[in-house]
């Protein structure tokens, strides 16, 4: 955990640099992250499958004996350092690496699997219409008492990992009377902050305020908690402000 950190505030210093020199060599594979509906079935299929061995593979247990799976201390993490990678200026690259790591665990599963994004920006206005949230990739809302989301196809996992009074289980609850989700930042907003943003500080706090964190809140429960990577929704969404932030770095 403490190499996220570290690998946080490399990559935030890299940031500040990124364009002074030209690299001295270059990646063996470059791997290209696609939005989750330009995926072919077969792709999906695949992601879904490596995602599941990733939530089923145990973890070396830690000295305190806690039994977990690699997927369960992925959350973990983010609940350990939710302090310190919110609401700082390593939230942009704290999740960066937290992304990577994901996707590291992702191919030691299956080779060459590469997470996708999910642009909510196509699904801005009225985002519980959006396929991503159906039972064809994530699934929707959360049903029943404990608002468990009963379509997505990573449903059988339960997380180790909850926020406080969460059950175990995937769980949303959209923030919209339950059944609709409002408004999330649309395009324009999203062009405007990339586009118009003078400098890092000032895009990273834009960009982890409304349009990050409406994700979250909107479709609520576990997702708007610190456990919100127990569902896999979520690296879809950290995809997509990732994506965003290598757009403002291409600006320099």
Known sequence: MVSLIRSALLLAAVASVALVGQASAECETIYVRREVRDLADEEWRVFVEAVQKVMKTEKPQEADGQAMTI??????????????????????????????????ELQKAVPGVVAPYWHWGFDSQAPHHSEVLSHKYYGGAGQGEQSCVPDTPFKDYKPTYTADGMPKCICRQYDDNGNRIAPFSPIEELASIVENSPDFDDFSSRIEGNPHGLVH????????????PSDPIFFAHHAFVDMLWAKFQERE
């Open 217 to 228: 809140n909107g479709i609520g429960y576990g997702f708007s908690s610190m456990s919100s």
């Open 71 to 104: 997927y369960d201390d992925l959350v973990k993490q983010h609940l350990d350092y939710q302090d310190k990678c919110h609401g700082t200026p390593i939230f942009l690259p704290w999740h960066r690496a937290f992304l990577k790591t994901f996707e590291l």
